[in-house]
């Protein structure tokens, strides 16, 4: 059986992991007959924002702690993560990746990634095992590794810093996955793009079986 690391940045799309994205990427692995560990950093989010007024508050929470709410508290910290361990490691979108996993949300394509996530994906990589990306979290791949082909969809100003970086965009639609073959990756736009739930579905599915295909 298959093992994917699945890294979550969070709870909840406007400071944490997407959540329509992290648990579609969950039931997809499951339902391919794989299995999957949870990881996060055990950092303070960059900022907590009420879901509902939409306004950041001044509470301070934790992003380990916060995305154990997603897997029933099943989690280990990312410091923990040994790429030996698993035959793949895709990361679910959500702005937590933008502001939590690194800083693109606030310097771009000058942003700087967080040292555990840099070791995961950089370790994965160097293994050859393949690495998934969706919605804006494939902006990481695009800062730490050389030359990648990636997508995150349509948007103009994120495919110019994906370029600014030295990677390739590669514009996507609903359910599509880009491949870039010379370095194992797989993205796909997810919520980068206007989207129902079921197509959220598609693209996560998608995602987790091209994966699995090219092991």
Known sequence: MKTFAVILA??????????????????AID???AKYIAFAPDINQHHVVNHYTKKPTSETRNVLVEAARLVRGNIQPLSTFRAEDFDALVLPGGFGVAKNLCT?????????????????????????KPIGAM??????LAKLIDIP?????????????????GAMHVRAQHGDVIYDKNNNLFTTPCYMLDASISQIALGTENLIKDMLAGM
């Open 104 to 128: 693109y949300a606030f310097d771009g394509s000058e942003m700087i990634v967080d040292g555990e996530i840099a070791f995961a994906i950089i370790s994965m990589h160097k293994l050859k």
């Open 135 to 140: 919605c804006i979290a494939p902006v990481i």
């Open 149 to 165: 082909s990636v997508t995150i969809g349509t948007d103009s100003t994120t495919e110019k810093h994906i370029q600014e970086m």
């Open 31 to 33: 339902k391919a007959g």
């Open 10 to 27: 969070g709870n909840g799309v406007l400071d944490g992991a997407e959540i329509h994205e992290a648990v579609l990427t969950l039931l």
